[in-house]
């Protein structure tokens, strides 16, 4: 049975950094794409990267140049570092597990969704 837990978040001001962490189980790591979303209150659920099996990532253009997505397999770990956050970015971060279709770009990342989910971990970015 697939599960993720995340992990990492909490309040920041605007500028500052954080990294969040999903452990995985259930599935081997090094298969598959992983991926992170965000959720602020009264908004949809929205991408913010993904990464493949051969270490490629995507971003929506929103983050790019700011968050960065990694996982270490040995550990079964999802990451993001975040860094420059503003208030925009103030979110329940989620990640994700997807199933066979990848999103390879930033148009498919904004409309493939994962098969599973974690539970969420919240970040806050003050002015």
């Known amino acids: 049975q697939v599960h993720l837990v995340e992990s990492g978040g909490g309040s920041v001001q605007s500028g500052g950094s954080l990294k969040l962490s999903c452990v995985g189980s259930?599935?081997?790591?090094?298969?598959?794409?992983l991926g992170w979303f965000r959720q602020a209150p009264g908004k949809e659920r929205e991408a913010v990267a993904s990464?493949?099996?051969?270490?490629?990532?995507t971003y929506a253009d929103s983050v790019k140049g700011r968050f960065t997505i990694s996982s270490d397999n040995d550990k079964n770990t999802l990451y993001l570092l975040m860094n420059n956050l503003i208030v925009e970015d103030t979110a329940m971060y989620y990640c994700?597990?997807?199933?066979?279709?990848?999103?390879?770009?930033?148009?498919?990342?904004?409309?493939?969704?994962?098969?599973?989910w974690g539970q969420g971990t919240q970040v806050t970015v003050s002015s």
């Open positions: 994700g597990r997807y199933g066979p279709q990848c999103p390879w770009t930033s148009f498919q990342l904004g409309r493939i969704r994962p098969d599973y």
């Open positions: 259930g599935f081997y790591f090094s298969e598959g794409c």
């Open positions: 990464t493949h099996v051969d270490g490629r990532a």
